[in-house]
C-alpha cells in the first residue's frame, strides 16, 4: 500500500473502531463480533507500524512460516492412527449420540470422557521393556516418519518408564509449543528478520519434522500423552477398562498428562465441561482447538469401531469459528476438472482462527451478488471448522468509492475459449466440482480448502466450453503428482512443463530427465537433479494409491484403498470388471454408483493407453495385500432376533471384519444362524435343516 494510501485507510479504519467502540460502551448494541472489532484494531496497529509518522505503538505482524521438507525413515503404525470427525454445536453433538445409541444396544447407558485437544502434532511413542525405542508423527495414519532423535530432545518425553511397566507400551500424544514459547520465537524471527509462525501447531511440526534434533531441542518442545494403544481390550495387560483409566496409567507411568479432563455421565454434563473450557481457553498455556468426547468403557469404544480414518466412539468438538476482517485485493476464476469456472477472492494475508488466509473460494457468481461483494471491499471472514475459510459479510461502510464490481468472463481465463452458462439442476450436483485453486503445495498438509470441496449448489455455472481447455489437464495433472507424492512438481513447475512442451500427459512426467530441465531458465543442474531423482524415486506405487491418482470419478482414498484390498492386482480389477458381474457386485464398502464409474472407466480406450503408457514409462503397480483371510472366512451367519449387546448392523460389520459372509435366509449352505432375543421363523428353519444355532453369548465368544 502506497503511503497516501495507508493514509486514507487509516483514517476510514479510525473512524470505523470509533462507531463500532461507541455502539459496545456506550450504546451498547455492539454490531460486530470482538473478532471483528479485533481484527480492524490489528490492522490499524500494523499499519501504524508500517508507517510510524501516523503515530506511534507497537503492532505485531504475522505471517507464515515456511515448512521445511525433509526425508525420515518411513515407519508402519502397528495400530491405525486415526483422526476425529468434528461436530460445531451441541446439536451435532447429540446427533452423534443418537446414532452410537443406535448403534449400541438401546437404552444403553454410558460414560463420556472428556478432555482438552491439543493443537500440535500428534505423535506415536514406542516402549519396549520400558524404554523408549521409537517415536514417529502420524504420516497418512498407517505410515509415520520416524523422528525418535527429536522426540528424545523433549524433556517431558520419559525415556525410561516408571515401573510396574508392560513389556509393550504405544504411548500416543501431542507433540506441541506453549504459547508463551510461540510469542518469543516470533519476537526473535522480527528482530532476525525472519518469517513468523503462524501458531503452535506450526512450531511443533516444524521443529519436530526438521534433521536437526538441537534445533528441536532450542525450540523448548513439551509432550501431553491423551491415548494408550489397546489392541484388545479383553487382554491387555495394564487392565485398563476405559479411557480414564489410561489417563490415569499414563501418569503413573511418568507421562504429563492434562488435568483438565472429566467423566461424564452424560452430554449436559459434557457440554458443562466444553462450556467451563471455553471460558478459560483464551488464558490456556497452550493452543486448543476444541474438546475431544470420548465413550469411556473400551468394550463399547470396541463395538461402535472405526468408519473411514475416524472413531465412532469419539468426537472432536469445535469452538465456533474466529473471525476476522482484511480487503479483498482481486476476485480471480479458476478452472475445475470439470472446466466449471470458480470465482476466488484474493486477500490481504491476515489470521483467523491460528492460521493465515489469502484466499477463499466464491463459489460461484450467485454467492458474490448475495453478498454485494466488490472488488477492494473489506470483508469479514470466518473459517467454517476452522480449516475452510469464508467470506460471510461485506463491511459496506469501509467502501471509499473505488470499489469495483466483478463479472465472469466471457472467456476462459486458461485457454481463452468461450465461457457457457449453464442452469444447474440438482442432478447436476452430484460430482459437480469446485475446481479450486487450492491445489496442495509441496510440504503442505492436506486441507479440506485444497481438497476440492464440492461446490454448493447454484442456479447458475459458468464453464469453459473448450474440451481440450488444459486448465482441466493441468487440474488432473496437479491431482496426480500429489497422490504420487512427486513434491518437487508443484503446480507452477507442472504449467511451466507443459508450455515448454516437455510433457503432454502425467506419463510423460516418468520420461524426463536432467538434460530437459537443468536449460530451462530459472531450474539449473541441481534443482533439475533434484526433480528427476524425486520422480525416480516415485515410480513404485501402491495399487491402491494408483486407482486413487487415476482420478475415477467417486473413487477418492478411501474406496480406492477398498478397490485394492478387494482385487489385489490391477489386473484381477480390470478382468473382474469386465467379465465377472458376480463377484464385483459383492465388494465391501462399494456401492453401484462406485462401480458405475469404475467400469466406465476402465471401458475408455484413451484411459487404458494412459495406464499402458504409464506402466511403459516405468510406473511399477505393486500388488495390494488382499484382505487377510479372517477366521470366519468361508462361513455364512444367519441373525435373527434382538441382540442384546449390539445392533445386527454392527454384528454384520463384525462378521465381515473377520472375512465372514451374513446372509437374509437360511438354508443348507448357512454355517450358523446366531439367535438373538424373540428370534422369528429364522430358527425354526434352522432346526429343521440341523443348521448349528449360537446363542448371543456364544456369538460373542466367537468373534472375540
Ligand atoms: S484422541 C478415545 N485426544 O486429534 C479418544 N486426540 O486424535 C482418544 N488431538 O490429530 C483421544 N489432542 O493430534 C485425542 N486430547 C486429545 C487430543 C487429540 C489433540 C489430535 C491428534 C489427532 C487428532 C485425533
Redesign the pocket.
Known amino acids: 500500500m502506497e503511503k497516501f494510501e495507508a493514509k486514507k485507510r487509516i483514517k476510514k479504519l479510525r473512524s470505523e473502531i470509533a462507531r463500532l467502540r461507541s455502539a459496545y460502551h456506550i450504546e451498547n448494541t455492539p454490531s460486530v463480533t470482538d473478532d471483528v472489532y479485533d481484527s480492524l484494531t490489528r490492522e490499524l496497529k500494523d499499519l501504524i507500524e508500517k508507517y510510524p509518522e501516523f503515530r506511534d505503538e507497537n503492532a505485531s505482524e504475522n505471517r507464515v512460516a515456511g515448512k521445511p521438507l525433509d526425508k525420515f525413515v518411513k515407519v508402519e503404525h502397528q495400530t491405525r492412527m486415526?483422526?476425529?470427525n468434528d461436530a460445531f454445536s451441541y446439536e451435532e453433538l447429540y446427533d452423534w449420540e443418537k446414532r452410537i445409541k443406535k448403534l449400541l444396544s438401546q437404552n444403553a447407558s454410558f460414560d463420556y470422557f472428556c478432555?482438552?485437544?491439543?493443537d500440535g502434532l500428534?505423535v506415536s511413542l514406542i516402549y519396549q521393556d520400558g524404554k523408549f525405542v521409537r517415536g514417529a508423527t502420524?504420516g497418512d495414519g498407517f505410515v509415520g516418519e520416524d523422528i525418535t532423535e527429536n522426540l528424545k530432545t523433549i524433556n517431558s518425553i520419559p525415556l525410561l518408564l516408571e515401573k510396574p511397566y508392560p513389556k509393550h507400551l504405544e504411548v500416543r500424544g501431542?507433540a506441541l509449543v506453549s504459547k508463551k514459547t510461540l510469542e518469543k520465537l516470533n519476537v526473535q524471527n522480527t528482530k532476525e528478520g525472519k518469517q513468523l509462525f503462524a501458531n503452535t501447531r506450526n512450531v511443533a511440526a516444524g521443529s519436530l519434522r526438521q534433521l536437526d534434533p538441537q534445533l528441536a531441542k532450542d525450540r523448548h518442545l513439551d509432550f501431553v500423552a491423551?491415548?494408550i494403544v489397546v489392541a484388545n481390550p479383553a487382554k491387555n495387560s495394564l487392565a485398563l477398562k476405559n479411557?480414564s483409566k489410561k489417563h490415569e496409567s499414563l501418569r503413573l507411568l511418568g507421562f504429563k498428562v492434562e488435568k483438565l479432563e472429566a467423566k461424564c455421565e452424560n452430554l449436559e454434563e459434557a457440554i458443562a465441561f466444553i462450556q467451563k473450557f471455553e471460558k478459560i481457553r483464551p488464558d490456556f498455556p497452550y493452543g486448543t482447538d476444541g474438546i475431544?468426547i470420548?465413550v469411556d468403557d473400551l468394550k463399547l469404544?470396541n463395538i461402535l469401531g472405526v468408519v473411514g480414518k475416524a472413531p465412532r466412539?469419539?468426537v472432536?468438538f469445535k469452538y465456533p469459528a474466529e473471525k476476522a476482517t482484511t480487503v479483498v485485493k482481486e476476485i480471480l476464476v479458476n478452472v475445475g476438472r470439470t472446466g466449471v469456472l470458480t470465482p476466488l477472492a484474493i486477500f490481504e494475508p491476515t489470521l483467523v482462527a491460528g492460521s493465515t488466509v489469502s484466499k477463499a473460494t466464491l463459489h460461484n457468481m450467485d454467492q458474490i451478488e448475495r453478498l454485494d461483494l466488490r472488488i477492494g471491499d473489506t470483508v469479514v471472514i470466518e473459517k467454517a471448522g476452522d480449516v475452510i475459510p469464508k467470506v460471510v459479510e461485506v463491511l459496506t461502510r469501509m467502501r471509499t468509492g473505488k470499489e469495483k464490481k466483478f463479472k465472469m468472463p466471457t472467456h476462459c481465463p486458461t485457454c481463452g475459449g468461450k465461457v457457457e452458462k449453464r442452469e444447474i439442476g440438482e442432478k447436476a450436483e452430484n460430482g459437480f466440482r469446485a475446481g479450486l485453486a487450492g491445489v496442495r503445495g509441496p510440504g503442505e498438509p492436506r486441507t479440506r480448502e485444497n481438497h476440492s470441496p464440492l461446490s454448493s449448489p447454484s442456479s447458475v455455472a459458468y464453464y469453459c466450453s473448450n474440451s481440450k481447455c488444459s486448465a482441466k489437464d493441468e487440474r488432473y495433472l496437479e491431482h496426480f503428482v500429489s497422490v504420487f507424492e512427486i513434491y518437487e512438481l508443484g503446480p507452477k513447475i507442472l504449467s511451466r512443463f507443459k508450455d515448454e512442451g516437455l510433457i503432454t500427459d502425467a506419463a510423460d512426467i516418468f520420461t524426463l530427465n536432467k538434460e530437459d530441465i537443468a536449460p530451462l531458465e530459472r531450474f539449473g543442474e541441481k534443482s533439475a537433479e533434484n526433480i528427476i531423482e524425486e520422480i525416480k524415486n516415485k515410480k513404485n506405487i501402491p495399487l491402491s494409491r494408483f486407482l486413487w491418482a487415476l482420478g475415477i470419478l467417486h473413487v477418492g482414498e478411501e474406496t480406492a484403498r477398498d478397490l485394492a484390498a478387494h482385487f489385489g492386482t490391477l489386473d484381477k480389477l480390470m478382468s473382474a470388471i469386465n467379465h465377472d458381474q458376480g463377484e464385483v457386485d459383492n465388494i465391501e464398502n462399494i456401492g453401484p454408483a462406485v462401480l458405475k464409474s469404475v467400469s466406465d472407466f476402465f471401458g475408455n480406450k484413451n484411459n487404458l493407453n494412459f495406464i499402458k503408457k504409464l506402466e511403459k514409462n516405468g510406473v511399477v503397480i505393486e500388488k495390494s495385500e488382499k484382505k487377510k483371510k479372517g477366521k470366519l472366512s468361508g462361513q455364512n451367519f444367519v441373525l435373527t432376533g434382538t441382540l442384546v449387546t449390539m445392533s445386527r448392523e454392527i454384528a454384520k460389520e463384525k462378521i465381515l471384519a473377520l472375512g465372514g459372509k451374513v446372509v437374509g435366509s437360511v438354508s443348507k449352505n448357512t454355517s450358523y444362524v446366531v439367535a438373538g432375543e424373540d428370534p422369528g421363523s429364522k430358527l425354526k428353519n434352522a432346526e429343521k435343516l440341523g443348521v448349528k444355532i449360537l446363542s448371543e453369548k456364544e456369538f460373542l465368544g466367537f468373534i472375540e
Open positions: 486415526l483422526s476425529l478432555e482438552v485437544k491439543f500428534a502420524r501431542e491423551y491415548d479411557h475431544v470420548a469404544q466412539y469419539a472432536a
